[in-house]
């Protein structure tokens, strides 16, 4: 689950993000599920939360691209769906991830696992 302000919005924004859909046809103010839309895998529920963003969260989604230059695409596609790039403080030198930020401000990464 996790945990968002505006719920629609977010699903909206993972819809789009993951290709899913919400599970009941259409998302609800207070939570949804969303699901793949072909085939089968992992549901994300998302729900009505008043508790702030977590600047350096314990749990969050890390979405694995095929390589580089797919990571590279995925980063701009995310951030032309509405995700913020994050000026992450903890970057190691030379990472294999990118840290990005969905619309409610909830942080994920995208990784590079040939790197």
Same mark, same amino acid.
């Given at each position: 689950?996790?945990?968002?302000?505006?719920? /629609?919005?977010?699903?909206?924004?993972?819809?789009?993000?993951? /290709?899913?859909?919400?599970?009941?046809?259409?998302?609800?103010?207070?939570?949804? %599920?969303?699901?793949?839309?072909?085939?089968?895998?992992?549901?994300?529920?998302?729900?009505?939360?008043?508790?702030? %963003? !977590?600047?350096?969260? /314990? %749990?969050?989604?890390?979405?694995?691209? /095929?390589?580089?230059?797919? !990571?590279?695409?995925?980063?701009?596609?995310?951030?032309?769906?509405?995700?913020?790039?994050?000026?992450?403080?903890?970057?190691?030198?030379?990472?294999?991830?990118?840290?990005?930020?969905?619309?409610?401000?909830?942080?994920?990464? %995208?990784?590079?696992?040939?790197?």
């Amino acid at each position: 689950m996790l945990g968002v302000s505006d719920v /629609r919005r977010a699903a909206d924004f993972w819809g789009r993000a993951l /290709r899913y859909v919400p599970r009941d046809g259409e998302a609800k103010d207070d939570w949804t %599920v969303l699901v793949p839309t072909e085939g089968s895998g992992p549901a994300l529920a998302l729900d009505l939360s008043t508790v702030p %963003v !977590q600047p350096v969260p /314990r %749990v969050h989604l890390d979405l694995y691209a /095929r390589d580089t230059a797919d !990571q590279a695409a995925e980063v701009e596609r995310l951030v032309s769906l509405g995700a913020e790039r994050v000026d992450w403080h903890l970057y190691p030198e030379n990472p294999d991830f990118t840290v990005l930020a969905d619309p409610d401000g909830n942080r994920f990464c %995208v990784i590079d696992p040939t790197h």
